[in-house]
């Protein structure tokens, strides 16, 4: 019997005993006056009056319940041809130095740091480094491009940049220097210092006086003895700002408090993920995701567990038995991925074989999100892995789990294509356009009632008055997930897609709008519109559709795969754009709106009707036709 619905029934008679209980479980260095206090913020603050720091938390508190020689954080990285373990007492050594090297550098409490790396151990040292200090950082993915790095150092004005000399993809080294280079000349905001990890695969040259070798400061500050401690910060303060997409080119920088997000990552380790302290719990993410931030770096550490950071691909990092070797190897209890990582698996290996070749007798779960889990393929890993296997949904928002399988709190029945039922913490509802509820199994809007709960985010950077228009004015009351779906009548809830033009390209969400300004910033382009296509490996891929301009007489293949290089390198590869289409008008309505949602049906092969508002019937089979020269 699951104790579910007794949870979620105790959270919605009493949201704050309920958060009170969980918040036992932190250590707090001055408690909360109020678990909630409602006046506070867009809906209201968690734990107000707390003082807490989150490093503390991660680390030092495990060291002195005698966790110190546990292992904390495995590296493995066929890219590299390394694995390193490192103990929470070696962890805590390592993040303290740093801090201490943060420190030096004239960093403390509210000041921001980005940190553009790969995934490296020194990603989540610099991550806890800065948690120690009090200091907020800001992680950008290594797959963006320069312009894209330019835009959140402008919004964010860090004092510091941590960065590595390279990244390792599966067939090329990334070099990172000329793309930070590249991102400080374009900002307005130059920070002071960038600390840079060499590594040896590619070794950079340091520009001198802003610049430094991370290595030397560390060294350094061994050798003086320097060690931060840890600093006590406000259970609302910031603990960091995650830029995510929204619907133009100018991301959102969302804002997550420390005493919350500490508290809620902590029950979902145990009651969602059923990870118990000294287990190993496996997410292969990246640092530069949400994912990353609360599953590879926090909620592990904070729950004493061992956390895996792997630094490779699903295939190709030899094989498409890598996850399965990796998982083996480091007897992880619970693995965490998207789905389109295993549809890589799944092409390459459609048996499992490659399964068969390791102990997985750890297993016990997998769990996948941030994109829809197709029921394919829950089918094939349910078939070969033999473990359930879990959908989630979440967004970089609620920095965890909105609805899922409390697989900790005892299963409840799999319906493949749901990520099951909403977490306590989480009123989900379903509104049509004009806010009414709408029957069970009927599609529409996906909010959340407000309060939101701990750990979601309390605001956007620098963009405080954005929060209304994004997220709380369509529908009084309620969070706007952007999310369409329906909950049915055993309140599973199935998600069908965004309401927005955000598209999810390999498990990654990209803003066709942002990827539009940069097709209409082409000197021969006059209009264009940017959609999702299905793609049975990543989800969705973009297509760009571009009308040139009058009178352009160049060759219509040449401009688009100009557009094609002009968002490689302003957005970046992970935006994924391979395919532009010259088309000779857009189909519009008569008031002069594109048709995005047609020339999606039409693009996916899926029937459509003719939308009455149109302008010309005509351009439909235009779009139709230059799609068709492209598959
Ligand atoms: N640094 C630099 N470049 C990066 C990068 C990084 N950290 N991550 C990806 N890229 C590049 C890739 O090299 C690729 O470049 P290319 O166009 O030159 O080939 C491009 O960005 C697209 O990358 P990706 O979407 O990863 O595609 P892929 O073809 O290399 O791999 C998958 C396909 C399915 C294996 C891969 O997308 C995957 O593992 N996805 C899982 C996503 C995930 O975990 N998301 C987190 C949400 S939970
Ligand atoms: P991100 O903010 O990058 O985590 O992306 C969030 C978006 O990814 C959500 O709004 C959904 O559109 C999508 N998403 C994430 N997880 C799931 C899931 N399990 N099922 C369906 N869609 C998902």
Redesign the pocket.
């Known amino acids: 019997m699951s104790q579910y619905r007794e949870l979620y029934d105790d959270w919605k008679s009493d949201p704050s005993a309920f958060w009170g209980e969980a918040a036992k479980a932190i250590d707090w260095f001055k408690p909360y006056d109020r678990v909630f206090d409602p006046d506070q913020g867009h809906y209201g603050r968690w734990f107000v009056g707390g003082a807490c720091n989150t490093a503390y938390n991660c680390l030092d508190r495990h060291v002195a319940a005698g966790r110190g020689e546990q292992a904390a954080l495995i590296y493995d990285s066929p890219v590299a041809n390394t694995k390193r373990t490192l103990t929470y007492a070696q962890l805590t050594d390592e993040v303290a130095t740093f801090a201490a090297v943060l420190a030096g550098q004239g960093v403390s409490k509210g000041d921001r740091v980005v940190i553009y790396m790969p995934m490296i151990p020194e990603a989540v040292i610099a991550m806890l480094a800065c948690a120690r200090l009090g200091a907020i950082h800001s992680v950008v993915f290594g797959g963006f491009a320069a312009n894209e790095l330019a835009t959140r150092l402008n919004d964010a004005q860090p004092k510091v940049i941590l960065s590595a000399s390279c990244g390792l993809e599966a067939s090329r080294i990334v070099a990172y220097k000329p793309l930070l280079d590249a991102a400080i000349a374009a900002a307005t905001h130059t920070p002071e210092r960038c600390i840079v990890l060499q590594r040896p695969m590619a070794e950079t040259p340091l520009t001198g006086g802003r610049d430094l070798d991370w290595a030397t400061l560390v060294d350094a500050a061994r050798r003086d003895g320097r060690r931060a401690d840890c600093v006590s910060v406000a259970a609302t303060d910031p603990l960091y700002i995650l830029y995510?997409s929204g619907s133009t080119g100018q991301p959102k920088g969302v804002v997550r408090d420390t005493g919350g997000h500490m508290v809620a990552l902590l029950w979902s380790m145990q009651a969602l993920y059923g990870v118990a302290p000294g287990e190993v719990y496996w997410s292969a993410s990246d640092v530069g995701?949400?994912?990353g931030h609360s599953y590879i770096v926090y909620a592990p550490l904070l729950n004493g567990s061992t956390t895996v950071l792997y630094e490779g691909k699903p295939v190709g990092t030899p094989d498409a038995g890598a996850f399965w070797r990796v998982a083996s190897e480091h007897r992880a209890s619970v693995l965490f991925t998207a789905p389109t990582a295993l549809r890589a698996i799944k092409k390459e290996d459609p048996n499992g074989l490659k399964i068969r070749d390791y102990d997985l007798s750890h297993l016990r779960a997998l769990f996948?999100?941030?994109?829809?889990?197709d029921p394919e393929t829950i089918k094939w890993a349910e078939e070969h892995l033999r473990i359930p296997v879990i959908?989630?949904?979440?967004?970089?928002?609620t920095g965890w789990a909105i609805a899922g399988n409390p697989l900790g709190l005892g299963a409840l029945p799999v319906k493949r294509g749901s990520?099951t039922v909403p977490m306590p913490g989480y009123d989900v509802q379903v509104l049509d356009d004009a806010g009414h509820a709408v029957a069970p199994g009927t599609l529409g809007n996906i909010v959340i009632k407000l309060p939101l709960p701990p750990a979601c985010l309390v605001t956007l950077w620098n963009a405080d008055a954005r929060f209304g228009p994004s997220y709380t004015d369509e529908f009084p009351g309620y969070y706007k997930?952007?999310?369409a779906g329906y909950i049915d009548d055993d309140g599973y809830l199935f998600?069908m897609?965004?309401t927005d033009d955000?598209i999810?390209v390999a498990?990654?969400?990209l803003s066709t709008g942002a990827m539009e300004e940069v097709l209409a910033s082409h000197p021969d382009v006059a209009e264009c519109a940017v959609i999702g296509r299905a793609d049975a490996l990543k989800g969705e891929l973009p297509v760009g559709f571009i009308v040139l301009k009058a009178g352009v007489a160049r060759d219509p293949a040449a401009i688009e795969q100009e557009t094609v290089g002009l968002v490689r390198d302003r957005i970046g590869p992970v935006a994924a754009f391979k395919t532009s289409v010259t088309v000779a008008r857009l189909p519009k309505t008569r008031s002069g709106k594109i048709l995005r949602g047609t020339m999606k049906k039409i693009a996916d092969g899926e029937s459509y009707r003719m939308p009455a508002t149109i302008d010309d019937p005509a351009i439909l089979t235009e779009i139709a036709a230059a799609l068709s020269s492209r598959t």
Not at 391 to 397: G, L, S, V, Y
């Open positions: 995510t995701w949400v994912v996948l999100a941030g994109e829809r889990a959908d989630h949904w979440w967004q970089t928002e990520p997930t952007a999310d998600i897609g965004r955000i999810n498990g990654h969400r």
